[in-house]
């Protein structure tokens, strides 16, 4: 039954053209994403989106699937720093939030892992630059 699908589509469309709003349109998520979109105070960093750029303000949040102590620096390894990441049952996850806000802009922001459970480095170091 395409055609049936193709007609009731056209009705549809020419609906919508005479009101001037889409005609099936749901108005809670319109408003919602549309008219107050909410912004994020996260940026989220996985290995399977690994992030290069994040602006500043935001919340850097680093998602593993493992327990991890994170290696971090913003000065090109002249100090370094720990942060130890925090389990969340519920999505089985491990996960660090860092403040962007007190880095300068521009900063590279660096960091490895060392897996608790394995006893051992990642061997690779990524980056996260700061708008």
């Known amino acids: 039954m395409p055609l049936c699908w193709s007609h009731a589509e056209y009705v549809a469309l020419v609906r919508s053209r005479h009101d001037g709003v889409c005609f ?4 809670p998520a319109f408003e ?16 399977r989106h690994p992030l290069r750029l994040a ?25 370094r720093d720990e942060s130890q990441t925090s389990y969340q049952p519920e999505l089985n996850l491990w996960f660090a939030d860092f ?3 007190e880095w300068p802009q521009g900063s590279a ?5 060392f ?17």
């Open 32 to 47: 919602r994403y549309i008219l107050n979109p909410a912004q994020s105070r996260y940026e989220i960093w996985t290995v």
């Open 99 to 101: 403040p962007t806000a």
């Open 109 to 113: 922001f660096a960091f490895t892992f």
């Open 24 to 27: 099936d349109r749901v108005d």
């Open 55 to 79: 602006p500043p303000g935001k919340i850097l949040r680093i998602i593993v699937a493992a327990e991890a102590t994170i290696v971090w620096s913003t000065d090109n390894w002249i100090r």
């Open 115 to 131: 897996w608790k459970r394995d006893q051992r480095r990642e061997g690779r170091n990524w980056q996260v630059n700061i708008l």
